[in-house]
């Protein structure tokens, strides 16, 4: 059974980069397509983009121009990273599996921006 | 990007009864690319149903989905306790891949 464990700081400091590891255990990562998501109270689960082991991507183009996602199959991990945070990008950050429906969820990280 | 829009935001039954939650989208939803996913206080999602009507694997019969095009509903038959949650849908016809706002499912 695949599971998925966000791991990452709680708290970045305005203009600040945002970094997110998502270690896949029970299962590789290759071959498979793999999702970030935030959840925050105002604007409630908000799709951030896909990466798959072959570098391919696809970014929601509200937040296309900050976010890099990347693939590290030595370590059966992906990663999201967030440029030039404000207090906007606090959320509830998680990550998944598949890029169309998503099947299996981490557990999510609380990432707050504040300095 | 496709809108969903979910109703009611809140239903209010007893458990053994049947809960009907509707997601309209803005476009169409071709191929019938919509998922349902159940999140109760602090958990993550849980995928119930993809394909508009297909169960995950693991989901009780109780959970039913249903509709095309720019309509789908999400029925639960015969509530049980662990039933009463948050329950988004979510396109994935296209890329933003997006979300309804919730229907939050709680005993009356």
């Known amino acids: 059974q695949v599971q998925l464990q966000e791991s990452g700081p709680g708290l970045v400091k305005p203009s600040e980069t945002l970094s997110l590891t998502c270690t896949v255990s029970?299962?590789?990562?290759?071959?498979?397509?793999w999702t970030w998501i935030r959840q925050s109270p105002g604007k409630g689960l908000e799709w951030i983009g896909y990466v798959y082991n072959s570098g391919t991507t696809n970014y929601n183009p509200s937040l296309k121009s900050r976010v890099i996602m990347s693939v590290d199959m030595s370590k059966n991990q992906f990663s999201l990273n967030l440029s030039s945070v404000t207090a906007a990008d606090t959320a509830l950050y998680y990550c998944?599996?598949?890029?169309?429906?998503?099947?299996?969820w981490g557990q999510g990280t609380m990432v707050t921006v504040s300095s | 990007d496709i809108v969903l829009t979910q109703s009611p935001g809140t239903l209010s039954l007893s458990p053994g009864e049947t809960a009907t939650l509707s997601c309209r989208s803005s476009?169409?939803?071709?191929?019938?690319?919509l998922a349902w996913y159940q999140q109760k206080p602090g958990q993550a999602p849980r995928l119930l149903i993809y394909?508009?009507?297909s169960r995950a694997t693991g989901i009780p019969d109780r959970f039913s989905g249903g509709g095309s095009g720019t309509d789908f509903t999400l029925t639960i038959s015969r509530l049980e306790p662990e039933d009463f949650a948050v329950y988004y849908c979510q396109q994935y016809v296209n890329s933003p891949r997006t979300f309804g706002q919730g229907t939050k499912v709680e005993i009356k």
């Open positions: 394909g508009a009507s």
């Open positions: 998944a599996s598949g890029a169309t429906k998503l099947d299996i």
């Open positions: 029970g299962g590789s990562i290759r071959s498979y397509y």
């Open positions: 476009q169409s939803v071709s191929s019938n690319y």
